[in-house]
């Protein structure tokens, strides 16, 4: 087969791990940056162009789109999959998840656990926004946020007010979490690829930060789901579309709260946590698609 990696960077490690995988696989594995591509809408023949020459014999391709060029990258994705190639994501379960509202009125619908959340468009009634979400502390999130970028813990109400009121002031999307105390700053992201949990490991946040990102200086450690957080994790991934996903959970005294679902989660942190070969993992899942 001949798949296509759909990254900007060639020397990030989740893409070098999936070219790897792929090559011991016996795979013609090829890396194109998403940005430089011209995409050729025609009636009956969709095509790509990539650096001067038209894409083709691709028989599936693996999106790694990152947050902030969304609009283009599922664009990219949108026009493989018009020319009958295979996306391990595909573009609308992609778009689903990266917009954080829409994600979590869905798993809502899906009756999933997760922090209770509030939105609001003006700063008029934060005492009846604040009171929703249980009072302070509370979690506040740019909805455009990435990493742990963007995310706030405000202490006290009058804390969350002002940072509430400062980010509505720029037009800016937020949202309003309660705050999980039991959690000790530590979150679980179990790895789905194909309804399956493939890996699993326990962030925790550094001394005196109550983010785990790994990107923020948290750590990774191997952890044992219960059965309550596994079908947690694979339903929460299903229910957005994603046969490829990094589902952030919160323990708490109520069960498993999910925070999020990442449509192109980092193979590092959950590679070096549990030894598994994730990047593997997917290859095997395009195989099956592939040869369908």
């Given at each position: 087969?001949?798949?296509?990696?759909?990254?900007?960077?060639?020397k990030l490690?989740?893409?070098?791990?999936?070219?790897?995988a792929?090559?011991?696989?016996?795979?013609?594995?090829?890396v194109?940056?998403?940005?430089?591509t011209?995409?050729?809408?025609?009636?009956?023949?969709?095509?790509i162009?990539?650096?001067g020459?038209?894409?083709?014999?691709?028989?599936?391709v693996?999106?790694?789109?990152?947050?902030?060029?969304?609009?283009?990258?599922t664009a990219?994705v949108?026009q493989?999959?018009?020319?009958?190639?295979?996306?391990a994501?595909e573009?609308?379960?992609?778009?689903?998840?990266?917009?954080?509202l829409?994600?979590?009125?869905l798993?809502?619908?899906?009756?999933m656990?997760?922090?209770?959340?509030?939105?609001?468009?003006?700063?008029?009634?934060?005492?009846n926004?604040?009171?929703?979400?249980g009072?302070?502390?509370?979690?506040?999130?740019?909805?455009?946020?990435?990493?742990?970028?963007g995310?706030?813990?405000?202490?006290?109400d009058k804390?969350?007010?002002s940072?509430?009121?400062?980010?509505?002031?720029?037009?800016?999307n937020?949202?309003?979490?309660?705050?999980?105390?039991?959690a000790?700053?530590?979150?679980?992201?179990?790895?789905?690829?194909d309804?399956?949990i493939?890996?699993?490991?326990k962030?925790?946040a550094?001394?005196?930060?109550?983010?785990?990102?790994?990107?923020?200086?948290?750590?990774?450690?191997?952890?044992?789901l219960?059965?309550?957080?596994?079908s947690?994790?694979?339903?929460?991934?299903?229910?957005?579309?994603?046969?490829?996903?990094?589902v952030?959970?919160?323990?708490?005294?109520?069960?498993?709260?999910v925070?999020?679902?990442?449509?192109s989660?980092?193979?590092?942190?959950?590679?070096?946590?549990?030894?598994?070969d994730?990047?593997?993992?997917?290859?095997?899942y395009?195989?099956r698609?592939?040869?369908?």
């Amino acid at each position: 087969m001949k798949i296509a990696v759909l990254s900007r960077n060639t020397k990030l490690y989740s893409t070098q791990r999936l070219v790897e995988a792929g090559e011991q696989r016996g795979h013609e594995m090829v890396v194109i940056d998403h940005l430089k591509t011209v995409l050729v809408i025609e009636a009956g023949r969709p095509h790509i162009y990539y650096q001067g020459k038209e894409v083709i014999g691709v028989d599936a391709v693996i999106p790694r789109i990152g947050a902030s060029v969304t609009f283009y990258g599922t664009a990219v994705v949108r026009q493989f999959e018009m020319m009958k190639v295979f996306s391990a994501v595909e573009s609308q379960a992609l778009v689903r998840s990266r917009d954080k509202l829409r994600s979590l009125q869905l798993l809502a619908r899906a009756k999933m656990g997760m922090p209770k959340t509030a939105f609001a468009h003006n700063s008029k009634d934060l005492d009846n926004l604040l009171r929703q979400v249980g009072g302070a502390p509370v979690v506040i999130k740019l909805l455009e946020g990435t990493q742990g970028i963007g995310v706030i813990l405000a202490e006290t109400d009058k804390v969350a007010k002002s940072v509430i009121e400062g980010f509505l002031s720029l037009d800016a999307n937020i949202l309003v979490q309660e705050f999980i105390k039991e959690a000790k700053g530590a979150d679980i992201r179990a790895f789905v690829v194909d309804g399956r949990i493939v890996g699993a490991m326990k962030r925790q946040a550094a001394e005196g930060e109550f983010r785990s990102n790994l990107h923020r200086g948290g750590t990774a450690s191997l952890i044992e789901l219960t059965t309550e957080e596994k079908s947690t994790a694979i339903k929460s991934a299903k229910t957005l579309g994603l046969s490829i996903a990094g589902v952030d959970m919160l323990q708490s005294s109520r069960g498993p709260l999910v925070m999020e679902v990442n449509s192109s989660p980092g193979l590092q942190g959950i590679e070096g946590a549990t030894g598994v070969d994730i990047a593997g993992k997917i290859i095997e899942y395009v195989e099956r698609n592939e040869f369908q």
